[in-house]
């Protein structure tokens, strides 16, 4: 059973990514709720799994790995979903929010923009980014999914690269963290 401690995090990811993809892409998803409850339940049940299997600080910080990497593993297969339709939308307004900083040592402020839309079908009506993507009265390329499954994107700009990297880097982590458990002598199997 030791070789399933150490494939966890990789099972786990592919199991939270195919039904993050299926809910998002898949023709016949199910409601939002169930949606969410699901991919919860499956998250939590991976780091219970995780910790129950994984000995000492290994079995700690494998957990906190895993449960981040699981999380970017959603945002993954959530900017990796396509966003069928393109729509030419109108700036109404530009709105920008600063976000302060958490104090020294954390991260520092963030200003995110939201920019008011006026596409050809009322949808999307707003679309949000950490940078000014357009002024005012100026036209914008908008991706978006027809379902509203997936928040709308500038056309041309999701990639699900650097949320995979991360979780890629923490999954790896986690795994390193089993498979140093996993290797240590089972002292109960001594005891017998």
């Not at 963030?110 to 950490?130: I, N, Q, W």
Request: proline content about 7%; some cysteine.
């Amino acid at each position: 059973m030791r070789w399933f401690t150490v494939a966890m995090p990789v099972v786990a990811a592919a199991a939270v990514y195919g039904w993050t993809h299926w809910y998002l892409a898949g023709p016949a998803s199910p409601p939002i709720a169930v949606a969410v409850t699901g991919g919860a339940v499956l998250i939590a049940a991976a780091c219970v799994a995780y910790f129950v299997r994984v000995d000492g600080g290994g079995g700690f910080f494998g957990v906190l790995f895993l449960a981040v990497g699981l999380l970017l593993t959603v945002a993954a297969a959530d900017q990796a979903t396509a966003r069928a339709e393109v729509a030419t939308c109108v700036v109404g307004a530009v709105h920008t929010k600063v976000q302060a900083s958490a104090g020294e040592g954390g991260p520092p402020e963030k200003s995110v923009y939201r920019l008011e839309l006026h596409c050809p079908d009322g949808y999307p009506a707003e679309l949000k980014d950490d940078r000014p993507l357009a002024a005012a009265g100026e036209e914008i390329e908008v991706a978006y999914d027809p379902q509203r499954r997936v928040s709308p994107a500038p056309a041309g700009e999701t990639s699900p690269w650097r949320a995979g990297l991360c979780a890629l880097i923490l999954l790896a982590a986690a795994t390193g963290l089993a498979r140093r458990s996993a290797l240590r002598p089972d002292v109960t199997a001594g005891a017998s």
